[in-house]
């Protein structure tokens, strides 16, 4: 034999003795996750992950980050009922019902979330509440992240709407809030507001979802939409923004933010993910204007404001069910996950474990502290199969609400095709996957 | 009769067992890849299934629904404007480069290579270079037109905007089939022809055209199939939007099964529009039988 392909050879039997070898006595629990989560918070989650990662030697986390949106449920999903999803996986709790009661999901026991330290109470109740459905948990709620109004202090403060200090005047009601628009349009000659306004936006449904709360009006009641006149007045409410000019329609997610950071509005109604920028451009001095956060304003008879969590929950994987152990290392890790959230406070979220949440440096922490008071108002997707992040139903409104904007269909058109293409969904039985 | 004269004649019989070895593969791959597929979807079209499980038996109750489902009946819509769009300027385009690169012999291979070159580049690549070229701003099809359309955020225009990212794509394909139907006339009728004095527009209307009007059928037939499948381009550039103005029945089956894990319903979907497809392709079949049979 050659001196070369002997050579291979022992190379070749080393690899094959080191993979099929006997597991050396150290051996670790691995735990494959898959999560969501991208850009700032990606990094949030991979740093966690490392952390934990060095903090001891049993488990060991390795973390997949698939494309948000459609794409990952739709993997998820079938990936769990045939056996072939990860260890544990992050969610929205907006998409509980349909994943725990898809059978994708793996109830987790409050005997097993003992053994690593963790009660329901640790959580604050609605988070907790939402991880929760027919009596069982199925996930560990993470965060909340509302829906709240940025807006541009340097542009503002010729207009009024500030107080001495600076900060805005409370907004009561859906006309002040339309008047704050216009008077902020007119001072600055820029948009007085901008959101993501482009086809296939989800802000739209999040905007809508809140005002119709906001009005006590339910989207859907046994099988049929409840929400009659409000839902096409409420959409007309939004579309008079546009039409007038005080936003601009036709705007993509990152469009529209960095028509904020450029300066080129006074308000932007956004999710809180986009505080680490704003942080961040602050810091750096390259944000060129000051800039404050509240709550979604109260505009009709009360402050509720659209939001959702991420959690932490355990596929099904049918066929192949997590034993005790690897169920063990996934809480071990979302315990440490829960306990070092303040970390995840500095993406904008607001933490969902009690301790730190309540602690005097969250309570602290800016601009967080400046929207705090939407976690008391917040109100999810309505429950429903269909409902929650890239749902099949927030699918079909983020593809016909944006049309009433554009002008492209009156808002009575546009809520008429939401309705008809959705209206097979809400019948429909919630399928078992 | 005797009995012996209706068996096979002995080499019949003994070809048989190649025959069938020959023929088996075709016959296996049809059955485990169609037939049985097929029958599958079927069935489920009668169910009303999710992804992996069947819930109940529901009959036409599928048929029913997307008989009054406007959704289905604008993807069906989107879908024939599409193919539209996309099948005369394919064919007619495939015809032109053909001629083209027939008639410059020195330059034949570069021009045929240039023509046929994005057709060879996988749909992932063609959907990022069309979208680069159709961005309002920075892309070059603005550029040269000097305006600031965003293509495919324009519900008039995008879906021809994807039609021209896809006659761009595969026109190429086309033109082999024609440059191999004008290899295939002989020399000596255009070498009579110009004896008689026939030249230019003339030859090509009295023995190009007609030489090539089967091959001209064959592209059309399978232009009108491949248009009317069409999913990638606008799943990826468009995702059917906006306002569901891209979106194409495939799309509509996709969203079913997989957003909302409604097999059943997709199967349905799916077996509408077979049959559609299947009644046009016949329909079409017969006009061209049709007209060959007037002008013989």
């Known amino acids: 034999m050659a001196r070369r392909e002997w050579k291979l050879g022992a190379a070749v039997a080393l690899l094959v003795s080191l993979a099929w070898g006997p597991a050396p006595a150290w051996a670790q629990v691995e735990v494959r996750m898959w999560t969501l989560l991208s850009g700032g918070d990606g990094a949030r989650m991979r740093a966690l992950v490392d952390d934990f990662n060095a903090s001891q030697r049993e488990v060991r986390v390795v973390s997949t980050t698939l494309k948000w949106g459609e794409p990952f449920y739709t993997k998820l999903i079938t990936s769990s009922v045939v056996g072939a999803g990860p260890d544990v996986a992050t969610v929205h709790l907006s998409r509980l019902v349909n994943l725990a009661g898809g059978g994708v999901l793996r109830p987790i026991s409050d005997a097993e979330l003992a053994a690593v330290g963790l009660k329901g109470s640790d959580y604050l109740p609605r988070q907790w509440e939402k991880s929760r459905w027919q009596g069982k948990t199925w996930a560990v709620p993470l965060d909340t992240h509302p829906l709240v109004l940025y807006y541009n202090k340097t542009l503002l403060r010729p207009t009024g709407l500030l107080d001495a200090e600076g900060r805005l005047k409370p907004i009561e009601g859906v006309d002040a809030l339309t008047d704050a628009f216009r008077i902020a349009t007119e001072a600055s000659h820029r948009r007085g507001l901008t959101m993501e306004s482009s086809q296939s936006s989800f802000a739209i449904w999040r905007l809508w979802l809140s005002m119709l709360a906001q009005q006590n009006v339910a989207i859907v009641r046994n099988g049929q939409y409840s929400y009659g006149a409000a839902g096409e007045a409420t959409l007309a409410r939004i579309s008079d923004w546009f039409r007038k000019g005080y936003a601009q329609a036709g705007l993509d997610y990152p469009a529209s933010t960095s028509q904020f950071m450029g300066g080129g509005a006074a308000f932007m109604l956004n999710g809180v993910w986009e505080v680490p920028e704003l942080v961040r451009a602050s810091k750096a001095g390259t944000l060129g204007f000051e800039y404050g956060i509240v709550p979604l304003p109260t505009m009709y008879a009360n402050a509720s404001a659209w939001a959702d969590s991420h959690a932490f929950a355990i596929p099904a994987n049918a066929g192949r069910p997590p034993s005790p152990q690897k169920v063990n290392a996934v809480l071990r890790f979302v315990a440490y996950v829960s306990r070092h959230s303040m970390g995840w406070a500095e993406g904008g979220h607001i933490p969902a474990y009690r301790a730190v949440a309540e602690s005097p440096e969250a309570l602290a922490l800016q601009p967080n502290a400046q929207y705090a008071a939407a976690a008391h108002n917040v109100v999810y997707d309505p429950d429903g199969w269909y409902m929650g992040a890239a749902g099949p139903l927030e699918a079909i409104a983020s593809k016909f609400l944006p049309a009433a904007l554009y002008g492209y269909m009156t808002p009575a058109q546009a809520i008429k095709r939401f309705e008809q293409e959705g209206a097979r969904l809400i019948r429909k039985q919630p399928p078992r996957y | ?296």
């Open chain 2, 1 to 296: 009769m005797k009995p012996s004269d209706l068996a096979l004649p002995a080499s019949s019989r003994r070809e048989g067992l190649p025959a069938t070895l020959l023929l088996a593969p075709f016959v296996i791959v049809f059955l485990l890849f169609f037939l049985v597929p097929a029958g599958v979807t079927f069935w489920m079209s009668l169910t009303e299934s999710s992804l992996t499980r069947t819930n109940a038996f529901v009959g036409l109750a599928n048929y029913h629904t997307l008989l009054n489902d406007p959704s289905f009946w604008d993807s069906v819509l989107n879908t024939f404007y599409f193919a539209l769009l996309t099948v005369i300027p394919l064919t007619a385009l495939g015809l032109v480069m053909a001629l083209l690169v027939n008639r410059f012999v020195k330059a034949q291979a570069w021009l045929q290579g240039v023509f046929f070159l994005p057709f060879v580049l996988p749909i992932s690549v063609m959907t990022l270079i069309a979208d680069w070229m159709l961005q309002p701003s920075s892309g070059v099809i603005n550029h040269i037109l000097g305006i600031h359309r965003p293509w495919l955020a324009d519900p008039y225009w995008a879906l021809p905007a994807v039609a021209i990212g896809t006659v761009w794509w595969t026109v190429g394909f086309n033109m082999l089939l024609f440059l191999a139907g004008l290899r295939n006339i002989p020399a000596d009728l255009y070498e009579a022809a110009a004896l008689d004095g026939a030249r230019g527009l003339t030859l090509f209307r009295s023995i190009t055209w007609p030489a090539l009007r089967p091959v001209a059928t064959t592209a059309l037939i399978l232009q009108v199939i491949a248009s009317l499948k069409v999913f990638g381009q606008t799943y990826i550039l468009t995702s059917g939007g906006p306002f569901n103005t891209t979106r194409v029945t495939l799309h509509y089956m996709y969203e079913t099964a997989f957003t909302q894990s409604d097999a059943g319903y997709a199967a349905a979907i799916a077996m509408a529009f077979v049959t559609i497809v299947i009644l046009l392709s016949v329909l079409q079949a017969g006009v061209v039988r049709w007209l060959a049979r007037r002008d013989a």
